[in-house]
């Protein structure tokens, strides 16, 4: 099994709103990645955690929020964002982050911010 | 730096024709990983294949194929056969591993934007 679920899988917010994006993968991965994914570009890397550690913030604003609550699940915490951070969000899980592994990838939040 | 460069931002076929889809690399590493991901209409990234830069031998998997050559730096993917259900946008990456070694960045290419036509 493969699978790498995310909730919801459509979301829109106000710029004042608080809301959450949530990934869960069951297949003992212990690496886990949120990306940023505009229309007609490649997926951006925001965040990797590592054993449920914050190992790389590739410089995303605040705003952004990321929580890794246990193993299988991965959160990503939104508060008053821009309408520029509309966007595909996806999340991934490797077995590891320390080789080279293959990234499974969730099938993404489409986020619109008004 | 690593990059990764798909010359092709779009190709339509007809069914049935053959389509290559072509994906340049740079890096320094002498390590490195090569994948192929497609990504459907709902969003989906479906990982198709992963090959090191120690193993060039080309591998056919159903209507797939894929061509490495590290002398020119392609990682070329081939479907036979082409079907609309193969529509789709196609993503070659490169893996490398973060300076602190506790990541690992895929550098994605620009992508190519398939449209397989009945």
């Known amino acids: 099994d493969t699978e790498v679920t995310q909730t919801p899988k459509h979301l829109v917010m106000g710029m004042t709103n608080k809301k959450s994006l949530k990934c869960e993968q069951h297949?003992?991965?212990?690496?886990m990645y949120w990306y940023k994914q505009k229309a007609k570009k490649p997926p951006e890397l925001m965040f990797v955690y590592s054993y449920e550690k914050l190992s790389i913030n590739e410089s995303v604003p605040s705003r952004f929020s990321p929580e890794c609550p246990n193993s299988s699940l991965l959160n990503l915490h939104l508060h008053a964002l821009q309408p520029e951070d509309s966007a595909l969000y996806l999340c991934?899980?490797?077995?590891?982050?320390?080789?080279?592994?293959?990234?499974?990838f969730g099938p993404g939040t489409r986020l619109l911010v008004l | 730096a690593q990059k990764v460069t798909q010359a092709q931002t779009e190709i339509s076929v007809v069914e049935k024709e053959d389509v290559t889809l072509d994906c340049v690399y740079e890096?320094?590493?002498?390590?490195?990983?090569l994948f192929w991901y497609k990504q459907p209409p709902s969003g989906e990234l479906v990982f198709l294949i992963r090959r090191n830069s120690f193993d060039e031998q080309n591998e056919i998997s159903g209507r797939y194929s894929w061509n490495f050559q590290k002398s020119t730096s392609s990682f070329n993917f081939t479907i036979t056969a082409s079907q609309v259900v193969d529509s789709a946008v196609y993503f070659c990456?490169?893996?490398?591993?973060?300076?602190?070694?506790?990541?690992?960045?895929?550098?994605f290419g620009p992508g190519t934007r398939l449209s397989v036509l009945p």
């Open positions: 991934a899980s490797s077995q590891t982050s320390g080789g080279q592994e293959t990234q499974y």
């Open positions: 890096t320094r590493d002498t390590t490195y990983y």
């Open positions: 297949m003992g991965h212990r690496a």
């Open positions: 990456a490169l893996s490398e591993l973060f300076r602190d070694n506790y990541g690992q960045n895929f550098v």
